[in-house]
């Protein structure tokens, strides 16, 4: 070996023995990686529950052995805390703070604390609470046509009401705080009122009744009277209150002027017995308050039928408030040129229409310029059929007209039952679909399958399917359509379905608005 190779051979081996000598310390550092500070926490998130709690939840900081949460009821977190919770364990999160302020925006801030070492910095949101709910449900009792007794616990304080529509504003006495409750006049027969008990401006209840109909001012109706032979003799305009009771009809009655049949009082509904109505002349026909019970229905018919061609408009169709059941064929048949200026139903329930014949709503050389499908609870219907339907006959008959879909806020419970069955069958030249916050829940259907039905992801918001996975992915049926927006799959964790009470207990849901407004 010459001098120049040895030199460089000593140099490598007191190198290695350098590198050897310290790998220790080294891997011992890294693995360690000790500071003087707690790290952060992150992903930090509110959710509000039942009104004035507020569910959070974070990742794991490493070594830390508690959490410390403030909530400010300013932005820049300054003064003394409105809460402050200590020693909150990572294994209790989700973490709800409860009996928070109502009504109120707080700035939240979480630490992280671990033992022998400087507290981490704070990791930061906002959140407001709901509106409180102190008013007590409104008894049916304390409602007339033209006021309302509204109650509350005794001693909660209140400064005023406000009602709307029509902004009637009751400023709360002293005794009536005392004692819970005040009575509100000058409302409007059959309106809904949204009431807010408010303390100065923050809202401590909400709630929301519809004042009956003025008899004065309808035709009073009773099981004795012949409500066929009174319709057939009516006005244009004519307002029908039912008594309540039960209307055995078991025939079909036609429509032929533009008429309403309400019942008289919304806590005692009036059941009509085996009715189809049969709309002709271009009428419009509003029904509220109002059970429509098939059974005994000439040929198991649908429900309403538009019966007459017509060049010019039939007037509005609503549906409000009601209780739809027990029919076979369907709810809506629409089988002849027939243009509809609106076509809503609002805040309905309905069961058990088995859409054996026909679908739920099904157009087949009609067309509706808003279809408006709200608010309404619908279970063990069309089970093996499809919801709504608008055939291209009605592009046809009426080229210009759009056809607009709104269905939102409904809860559909073994609804379309099975691979072929879809929400949508809409095959009309122009069309608009939007369906939002709706809650599909034990079903086998689809969104749609049609090349024709026009699905915009934008337009399918915050809707929830619960065991009912083929609305995503996945069907069998040919060329599925799927709801491509915003959704979740959570369990509405509803009460009782066989008994037909749907009440959600997901508080996710709840919160977020999600389904029927009377199962919330």
């Not at 519809?210 to 035709?219: C, H, K, N």
């Not at 829940?441 to 996975?469: L, R």
Request: glycine share 8%.
């Amino acid at each position: 070996m010459n001098k120049h190779n040895f030199t460089k051979y000593i140099l490598f081996l007191l190198l290695a023995i350098g590198i050897t000598g310290c790998k220790d310390d080294t891997l011992q550092e890294i693995t360690k990686m000790e500071t003087d500070r707690m790290f952060s926490p992150t992903g930090l998130s509110a959710i509000v529950i039942n009104k004035t709690g507020v569910r959070l939840t974070w990742k794991e900081v490493p070594n830390a052995s508690s959490y410390v949460i403030e909530f400010f009821e300013n932005k820049d977190f300054s003064g003394t805390p409105a809460r402050t919770v200590a020693d909150v364990a990572y294994v209790q999160l989700p973490y709800t703070v409860s009996n928070l302020s109502g009504d109120t925006e707080y700035s939240i801030r979480v630490k992280a604390v671990g033992g022998g070492i400087t507290d981490s910095k704070w990791i930061t949101t906002t959140v407001k609470t709901d509106p409180e709910q102190i008013f007590h449900q409104v008894d049916l009792a304390n409602i007339t046509s033209n006021s309302v007794i509204l109650t509350w616990p005794a001693g909660e304080i209140a400064t005023s009401i406000q009602l709307s529509p029509g902004n009637i504003t009751h400023q709360v006495t002293p005794a009536e705080v005392a004692a819970g409750k005040a009575q509100v006049n000058g409302l409007s027969s059959e309106t809904t009122y949204t009431a807010q008990l408010l303390n100065q401006t923050k809202v401590r209840g909400l709630t929301t009744f519809s004042t009956p109909l003025d008899l004065g001012g309808a035709i009073a109706v009773s099981t004795d009277d012949n409500l066929a032979e009174l319709i057939a003799n009516a006005k244009a305009g004519d307002v029908f209150a039912l008594m309540p009771g039960n209307y055995v009809i078991n025939a079909d009655i036609t429509i032929s002027k533009t008429i309403s049949l309400k019942g008289a009082k919304p806590a005692d509904k009036p059941v009509l017995k085996g009715t189809v109505f049969r709309i002709k002349g271009n009428a419009g026909l509003t029904i509220k308050d109002v059970v429509l019970d098939g059974t005994g229905a000439l040929n198991n018919n649908q429900t309403f039928i538009f019966d007459e061609a017509s060049d010019n408009a039939y007037g509005a169709f609503l549906v409000e408030d009601s209780e739809i059941k027990n029919y076979v064929k369907g709810m809506v048949y629409v089988n002849v040129k027939t243009l509809i200026e609106s076509f809503s139903f609002k805040g309905n329930t309905i069961s058990n229409v088995e859409c054996n014949g026909g679908d739920f709503i099904d157009f087949r050389q009609g067309i509706a310029k808003t279809v408006d499908f709200v608010n309404n609870t619908v279970y063990n219907t069309a089970l093996a059929r499809d919801f709504f339907r608008m055939d291209a006959g009605g592009s046809t008959n009426f080229p210009s007209v759009t056809a607009v879909f709104t269905v939102a806020s409904n809860t559909f419970n073994a609804v379309c039952n099975s691979a072929s069955a879809r929400i949508f069958y809409v095959r009309v030249a122009k069309q608009e679909l939007y369906f939002s916050k709706n809650i599909v829940a034990n079903s086998a259907g689809i969104i749609a399958n049609q090349a024709t039905t026009i699905i915009v992801a934008a337009n399918f918001k915050e809707n929830n399917y619960h065991n009912a996975p083929t609305y995503m992915a996945g069907s069998t049926a040919s060329t599925p359509k799927y709801d491509t927006g915003t959704f979740t799959t959570l369990d509405p964790g509803f009460v009782s379905v066989s008994t037909g009470n749907f009440t959600v207990t997901n508080d996710e849901l709840k919160a977020k608005g999600i389904g029927a407004p009377k199962w919330r």
